[in-house]
C-alpha cells in the first residue's frame, strides 16, 4: 500500500460502527404518528394533508397500489415522484426493511462527503478518523436529527435525495478539479434525471452552477458528453417535479383562508426570519471557522488546493443561498433547512482536508485536544441519553400496539397518554429525540391516520390515562 493510504481494517470498523449505531437508532424509532401513516395507504387523490383519511381508506398492499398511488399524487398533490416512489414502497413492505436501507444511506452520506472533500473520487481508503469527523459533523448539528435520519418520509425526503444529488455532482467536482477523471457512468442521464426530481429548492442552484462549468469548459477546449447528458437529465427531471399538476392542487388548497400565500406574505416572513435565525446560529462556529480558514490558507495554498478551496466555497454559498430561497416556499418547516447544512458541513470538511494537505493549523496542539476530548464526551453522553429516549419511546410504542390490539373490538375511542420527553433528557440527548404524541381531538388527521391503519374506531391523548406506560410521565 503506498504511501498516504492507511489500511482498510480501521476504515471498515469505523463505518460497521456507524451502521450499527444508525441502525439500532432506526430500529428503535416506529413510524412517526401523521405523515407515516398517511402514506401507508393508497393515494387516490381524495385525501391529503390537514383532512382525515375517508372510512373506505385502504391499505397499501401491492406493488400494483404503490405504483397507481404514485400516479394520482403526482396528479393531485406533489411532483416528487422519485422521493414518493420508495416512501410508498417501504410502507407497504413495511419499516423493518426500511431500516437496512436508511442506516446503509446515512453511510453513503459521510462517505461522499469523505470523497467530496478529498476531490470527488470514490475510494474506500477514507481515514477513519475523518469519518468520525463527518458522523460527528452530522450528529451535532444537524437541528432535525430525528425527522432527517429516522423517520421513513423524512429521511425519504431529505437524506436520499441529498444522498443521490451528491453523488450526481462530485463527478463535475472531479472533473473540475482534474479535468479528464470525471469517470461518468454511461447512465449519467438517468442519474441526472433522478437528482433533479427530487427537491424543488434544492435543484435550481446546482443547475445554475453546472452550466456555468459547462460553459467554462467549452471556453478551455471540448466539452465531455458526459456533461451535457447529465446537465439535460438534471434540468428534465426539474422540470418534472415544478410541472407536476399537484404542485397547482396543493397551491390552491394553501392558498385558502388562513394559509393564503399571498396576503399572508408579513406573517410568514417574521415566523420564517425566526426560523433562519436559529439555522444560521446553529451554523456560527461553522462559518466563523470557514472564514477564518479561507483567509489564512488563501495566501499559502498552491493551485490544486486553492481549487479545492473553491469548491468549498461553492457549497458554503449553496447553504446560504439554498437556505434564503425557503423565504419563497409557502412554508419553512426547521427540517428544510437539512440540505444547506451538509453543504456547509462538506465545505467545513474541505477546508480541513486542504490544511491537512498545508500542515497547517488554526489551533495549537494542546486546544486541538482539548477540542478532541470535548466533542468525544459529547458524542458519548448525547448517544447515551439518545439511545435511553429511542428505547423507552420503542417501549412506549410496543405497549401501545398491545393496548390497541386488546381494545381493537371494544369500537370506542382509545385513549392513551402521550409520550412526552421531559426537559432535562430533551437536552441530554441533545435534541436527538422527536416526542410521540396523539391530539386530543380524535377527529385530527393524525389520529384518523392511525386509527385506520389499525382497524380501530379513533384514538385520542388523554391527560388522565395511564397507558401505556411512560417512565417520566404525570400519574
Do not use: C, H
Given at each position: 500500500m503506498s504511501k498516504g493510504q492507511y489500511p482498510p481494517l480501521g476504515t471498515t470498523l469505523t463505518l460497521i460502527f456507524i451502521y450499527a449505531f444508525m441502525f439500532g437508532l432506526n430500529f428503535l424509532q416506529p413510524l412517526a404518528i401523521g405523515d407515516d401513516y398517511l402514506y401507508s395507504f393508497v393515494w387516490t387523490g381524495e385525501q391529503g394533508f390537514f383532512t382525515p383519511l375517508p372510512e373506505d381508506a385502504r391499505r397499501l398492499s401491492s406493488l400494483a397500489d404503490v405504483f397507481s398511488s404514485l400516479w394520482e399524487h403526482y396528479f393531485t398533490h406533489a411532483g416528487r415522484t422519485v422521493i414518493f416512489l420508495p416512501i410508498f414502497f417501504f410502507l407497504w413492505v413495511g419499516k423493518e426493511f426500511f431500516n437496512f436501507f436508511n442506516a446503509t444511506l446515512t453511510l453513503l452520506l459521510v462517505l461522499e462527503i469523505a470523497w467530496i472533500a478529498e476531490g470527488g473520487k470514490a475510494k474506500l481508503t477514507v481515514k477513519p478518523t475523518r469519518i468520525l469527523f463527518i458522523f460527528f459533523l452530522l450528529w451535532t448539528f444537524t437541528l432535525v436529527f430525528a425527522p432527517a435520519f429516522?423517520?421513513?418520509?423524512?429521511?425519504?425526503?431529505?437524506?436520499?435525495?441529498?444522498?443521490?444529488l451528491l453523488e450526481f455532482l462530485r463527478r463535475y467536482e472531479r472533473e473540475f478539479l482534474v479535468p479528464?477523471?470525471?469517470?461518468?457512468?454511461?447512465?449519467?442521464?438517468?442519474?441526472?434525471?433522478?437528482?433533479?426530481?427530487?427537491?424543488?429548492?434544492?435543484?435550481?442552484?446546482?443547475?445554475?452552477?453546472?452550466?456555468?462549468f459547462i460553459r467554462r469548459r467549452r471556453r478551455e477546449g471540448k466539452v465531455p458528453t458526459w456533461m451535457v447528458v447529465g446537465l439535460l437529465g438534471l434540468i428534465l427531471g426539474y422540470v418534472l417535479l415544478l410541472a407536476a399538476p399537484g404542485n397547482m392542487v396543493r397551491w390552491a388548497e394553501d392558498s385558502q383562508g388562513s394559509n393564503n400565500y399571498i396576503t399572508d406574505f408579513g406573517t410568514r416572513a417574521y415566523k420564517y426570519s425566526i426560523t433562519l435565525l436559529l439555522v444560521f446560529f446553529d451554523q456560527f462556529i461553522l462559518w466563523y471557522f470557514l472564514l477564518r480558514?479561507?483567509?489564512?490558507?488563501?495566501?499559502?495554498?498552491?493551485?490544486?488546493?486553492?481549487?479545492?478551496?473553491?469548491?468549498?466555497?461553492i457549497f458554503a454559498v449553496a447553504d446560504l443561498a439554498i437556505t434564503l430561497v425557503m423565504y419563497l416556499s409557502p412554508e419553512f418547516p426547521m427540517r428544510s433547512s437539512f440540505p444547506g447544512m451538509v453543504y456547509i458541513f462538506i465545505a467545513v470538511t474541505v477546508i480541513v482536508e486542504?490544511?491537512?494537505?498545508?500542515?497547517?493549523?488554526?489551533?495549537?496542539?494542546?486546544?486541538?485536544?482539548?477540542?478532541?476530548?470535548?466533542?468525544?464526551?459529547?458524542?458519548?453522553?448525547?448517544?447515551?441519553?439518545s439511545y435511553y429516549a429511542m428505547t423507552m419511546k420503542w417501549q412506549y410504542s410496543v405497549e401501545l400496539n398491545t393496548l390497541v390490539a386488546r381494545e381493537k373490538g371494544e369500537n370506542k375511542i382509545i385513549e392513551v397518554q402521550n409520550m412526552t420527553i421531559p426537559d432535562w433528557l430533551d437536552k441530554a440527548s441533545a435534541k436527538h429525540v422527536a416526542n410521540m404524541q396523539f391530539k386530543e381531538d380524535p377527529n385530527s388527521w393524525q389520529n384518523v391516520a392511525y386509527a385506520r391503519y389499525h382497524g380501530i374506531k379513533g384514538i385520542k391523548s388523554s391527560p388522565h390515562a395511564k397507558e401505556p406506560f411512560v417512565p417520566w410521565g404525570d400519574r
Open positions: 429516522l423517520w421513513v418520509t423524512g429521511s425519504l425526503n431529505y437524506l436520499w435525495p441529498t444522498v443521490l479528464g477523471e470525471g469517470n461518468a457512468p454511461p447512465y449519467m442521464f438517468g442519474l441526472g434525471l433522478m437528482a433533479g426530481w427530487t427537491n424543488e429548492n434544492t435543484i435550481w442552484f446546482f443547475i445554475i452552477l453546472v452550466g456555468l480558514s479561507w483567509w489564512r490558507l488563501k495566501a499559502q495554498a498552491a493551485p490544486g488546493d486553492f481549487a479545492l478551496m473553491q469548491v468549498a466555497k486542504v490544511q491537512q494537505r498545508l500542515s497547517l493549523s488554526l489551533l495549537t496542539k494542546n486546544a486541538r485536544r482539548l477540542l478532541y476530548a470535548v466533542g468525544t464526551l459529547y458524542m458519548v453522553i448525547t448517544a447515551v441519553f
